[in-house]
């Protein structure tokens, strides 16, 4: 079990396995964010219990909602605000991972291997 957590600890969650890749999006909101992705199937993400409350941002269509801690500001995960967008999948911070957590993962920008 890999565990993550925001800088104040309030947001926890755990994985089963450490990413094998992680994405460094461009696109205009995650790059403001500075936020590294690992893509999990949503069932695979679970959040601690008694976690902190996350405020969300969402924009352009609004399929997608951006969870950040209301304690300490760090952006854990985002989720699809319909289930049929992103087929289930959610998008973990990588960057709340412990550095070792990563340092076999593949880094990708974009989607693609850069
Ligand atoms: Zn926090």
Redesign the pocket.
């Known amino acids: 079990m890999i565990e993550a957590s925001?800088?104040?600890?309030?947001?926890r969650l755990a994985v089963e396995t450490a990413p094998a890749e992680v994405n460094d999006c461009t696109c205009s909101i995650c790059r403001r964010l500075g936020t590294l992705w690992a893509y999990y199937e949503a069932p695979q993400v679970r959040f601690a219990e008694g976690n902190?409350p996350t405020d969300t941002y969402v924009w352009n269509k609004r399929v997608l909602a951006f969870h950040r801690?209301r304690?300490?500001?760090?952006v854990t995960h985002w989720r699809a605000t319909a289930p049929v967008w992103a087929e289930g999948r959610m998008g973990v911070n990588a960057r709340l991972f412990e550095p070792e957590v990563l340092a076999g993962a593949r880094r990708l920008v974009n989607g693609a291997a850069g």
């Open positions: 925001c800088h104040c600890g309030a947001v902190g801690c304690g300490c500001g760090c």
